[in-house]
């Protein structure tokens, strides 16, 4: 029998714990309507929707990317301009229409080139919402965009027979690059910042689905505020008798009509939820529902921790498969990550080599003893190796660790203490500052570790069986996606989680943007101790 229960009651509902959940979300994120009209199906044009698409962050997000990227353009042009000497050259003698040798120059390096970038930047979808914000596609089409600018301006040289100066237009596009790149990236952390914060900027989402389903899609999706998804409401497929006594953070719903409830919590984005995705024809005749509505829709199946690269859609006689990849351990890719370890840490070694002496020096003058601490971890394959780090402990520091098991504030398989009666104060700063680490490249010049991968573990704390033996298939790194993450603030559960995301989703792009966040992590201090 089919129950009506339209208000959630009090003993199912409980409040977000995590704090920059629990904040109100503006409601001038969306464009709320009251009672729109039944669709009548997709407009024949995009210019005459009768309703807008609710969730318009993007729009004066766009423009602001549009203004940044055409300063870019105009600055690159202005450098080159200003510091290289044959700019003009190819300019010189030439005219087009009322403009002349200079005229010409300064239309086609401040005018035709900006708006040829900001063109090619649009045809490439380098300003389509689906990319702005969050992953590494919307860098991935700036670069292609140079690219592709680079090959206009070589062609258009080449078919107008002008000898251009082959520097100033690779000055150009790697300067203008650089600039569109940072002024992304200053774009992007202002609005993870708003999302974090104010809530700005985000879509409020409906999870539909079976309860179990929704809360592990919920407990995704809000992992990363700065994704912008904020769930404000489950509508549960499976009875409102599934979740009688099952605390839930937003308000369960059940037997309603979805567009309704959109309307009622100020919702944007319908999200279905595992097997309700897979119900046949519902999916669909929900797609028709929401046309002309402005109302997101998106689907999340029963498939986690896969990133977007190895996840592929074949559609065959209207059923769109998944096809999901394995992950790439092998091939250029790899032989590339190698190459840059054994690089990097044979420069980083001779680079650092003052910094290294003058830790080994504060180290002797804290605490006599030896400089290094070395211990034996699993590797590649579940081949042992002794890691280097500098000693930030007392000489007798593993004698005193029987003492203080009990006091242990780690549940994993490394013994973490906040304020650890046996670390001497020269090697707390060294924590704080991870300068511990630096001596671990050592192993990465030896080919033991890598500059990114899975945290080493100890050889004699854990036989690593079940998931946590597939860490094993790429080699430990000095930093990792749990560091950039949380480091010892992470569950181990959730520590283990990132390690194997990581090995099932490794890229060199990818390792590179741990890099990158791991330089902010160190000047943050988080989560070191």
């Known amino acids: 029998m089919r129950e009506d229960v339209g208000e959630v009651t009090a003993s199912l509902h409980r409040p977000v714990t995590d704090s920059s959940r629990s904040k109100p979300v503006p409601y001038d994120s969306f464009e709320w309507q009251q009672e729109p009209p039944p669709s009548n199906g997709v407009p024949r044009s995009a210019w005459n929707r009768q309703h807008k698409r609710l969730s318009r962050w993007h729009r004066p997000y766009t423009l602001i990317l549009l203004i940044l990227d055409l300063i870019s353009g105009v600055?690159?042009?202005?450098?080159a301009a200003t510091y290289i000497e044959k700019s003009r050259s190819g300019f010189l003698g030439r005219s087009l229409g009322f403009l002349h040798g200079e005229e010409l120059f300064l239309f086609f390096a401040y005018v035709v080139l900006p708006l040829g970038w900001l063109i090619l930047l649009w045809a490439n979808g380098a300003y389509?919402?689906?990319?702005?914000?969050?992953?590494?596609?919307?860098?991935?089409?700036?670069?292609?965009?140079?690219?592709t600018v680079v090959a206009c301006?070589?062609?258009?040289?080449?078919?107008?027979?002008?000898?251009?100066?082959?520097?100033?237009?690779?000055?150009?596009?790697?300067?203008?690059?650089?600039?569109?790149?940072?002024?992304?990236?200053?774009?992007?952390?202002?609005?993870?910042?708003?999302?974090?914060?104010?809530?700005?900027?985000?879509?409020?989402?409906?999870?539909?689905?079976?309860?179990p389903e929704a809360l592990e899609v919920y407990t995704a999706v809000t992992r990363s505020p700065a994704a912008g998804l904020i769930p404000v409401a489950?509508?549960?497929?499976?009875?409102?008798?599934?979740?009688r006594g099952i605390e839930t953070p937003v308000p369960v719903y059940a037997a309603r009509d979805v567009l309704s409830l959109v309307r009622e919590v100020g919702a944007d984005t319908i999200a279905v939820c595992g097997s309700a995705s897979a119900e046949p024809g519902e999916l669909r005749r929900l797609a028709w529902q929401l046309e002309g509505t402005g109302v997101d829709l998106v689907v999340a199946p029963q498939l986690t921790d896969i990133a977007g690269p190895r996840v592929h859609i074949r559609p065959i006689e209207g059923l769109p498969l998944l096809h999901v990849e394995e992950p790439t351990l092998s091939g250029p890719g790899w032989l590339a990550k190698n190459l840059l370890d054994r690089v990097a840490a044979g420069l980083g070694l001779l680079l650092i080599s003052p910094i290294l002496l003058f830790i080994a020096l504060g180290i002797r003058l804290s605490d006599p003893g030896p400089v290094?601490?070395?211990?034996?971890?699993?590797?590649?394959?579940?081949?042992?190796?002794?890691?280097?780090?500098?000693?930030?402990?007392?000489?007798?520091?593993?004698?005193r660790k029987r003492t203080l098991e009990e006091l242990n504030e780690s549940d994993g398989m490394l013994f973490k203490m906040k304020n650890d009666p046996r670390i001497f104060s020269f090697g707390a700063k060294l924590r704080a500052t991870s300068l511990d680490e630096l001596p671990q490249l050592i192993n990465?010049?030896?080919?033991?570790m890598s500059l990114v991968g899975p945290?080493?573990?100890?050889?004699?704390?854990?036989?690593?069986?079940?998931?946590?033996?597939?860490?094993?298939?790429?080699?430990?790194g000095i930093t990792g996606l749990w560091q950039v993450s949380g480091r010892s603030d992470l569950s181990w559960d959730?520590?283990?989680?990132l390690d194997l995301y990581y090995v099932d989703n490794w890229s060199l792009t990818y390792d590179l943007s741990i890099l990158w966040r791991t330089i902010w992590v160190v000047l943050k201090r988080k989560g070191a101790y």
């Open 128 to 147: 389509d919402r689906r990319y702005l914000g969050l992953g590494s596609e919307e860098f991935k089409r700036v670069v292609r965009t140079s690219v």
């Open 444 to 448: 990465v010049l030896k080919g033991e």
């Open 75 to 79: 600055a690159a042009s202005h450098l």
């Open 234 to 243: 489950i509508h549960i497929t499976d009875g409102y008798a599934a979740a």
């Open 455 to 476: 945290r080493p573990l100890p050889a004699d704390d854990g036989d690593y069986l079940g998931d946590v033996r597939r860490r094993l298939l790429v080699r430990p």
């Open 372 to 399: 290094f601490f070395r211990q034996p971890r699993v590797g590649h394959e579940g081949r042992t190796f002794r890691v280097w780090k500098f000693r930030t402990m007392y000489v007798d520091a593993e004698e």
């Open 494 to 497: 959730e520590a283990v989680r």
């Open 153 to 211: 301006v070589s062609l258009l040289a080449f078919a107008t027979k002008a000898p251009l100066s082959r520097g100033t237009v690779a000055a150009v596009s790697i300067m203008a690059l650089l600039f569109l790149v940072c002024g992304r990236v200053i774009a992007r952390q202002v609005l993870h910042f708003a999302r974090r914060k104010t809530g700005h900027g985000a879509h409020r989402m409906i999870l539909v689905g079976t309860l």
